[in-house]
Nanobody, 130 residues
Framework: QLPLVESGGGFVQPGGSLRLSCAAS????????VVWFRKPPGQDVDSGVPEEVACIGRMNGDTYYGDSVKGRFTVSRDNAKNTVYLQMDSLKSEDAAVYYCRACEACVTDYIDYIFFAPWGQGTQITVTA
């Protein structure tokens, strides 16, 4: 399977909003959960454990959020467009990172328990600056 494609990153001021998109080109995302991670710019996504930002389940669309983004970020999916979104509001400087999405069997508590489908994509970078 091809990597998912992340888009929507860019520059934003503190307190601003962005919406990221995660799209699949060669399989149906509605068969999978989708989890968003982030890593500081310049760090290899395969090095260490990335910070989990949000996850949306496959079956019932249950959503889960990292403590640092609860109440500010919202993950959703549009199966007709084969896309998962991450709406990011009230952005802070500490949200600056490269954001990645991955298809998974289910949202889990520990990174080591994730079963992923398709390799890491290129990610999309968020820069938060006044």
């Amino acid at each position: 399977q091809l990597p998912l494609v992340e888009s929507g990153g860019g520059f934003v001021q503190p307190g601003g909003s962005l919406r990221l998109s995660c799209a699949a080109s060669d399989f149906s995302l509605d068969r999978y959960g989708v989890v968003w991670f982030r890593k500081p710019p310049g760090q290899d996504v395969d090095s260490g454990v990335p910070e989990e930002v949000a996850c949306i389940g496959r079956m019932n669309g249950d959503t889960y959020y990292g403590d640092s983004v609860k109440g500010r970020f919202t993950v959703s999916r549009d199966n007709a467009k084969n896309t998962v979104y991450l709406q990011m509001d009230s952005l802070k400087s500490e949200d600056a990172a490269v954001y990645y999405c991955r298809a998974c069997e289910a949202c889990v508590t520990d990174y080591i328990d994730y079963i992923f489908f398709a390799p890491w994509g290129q990610g999309t970078q968020i820069t938060v600056t006044a």
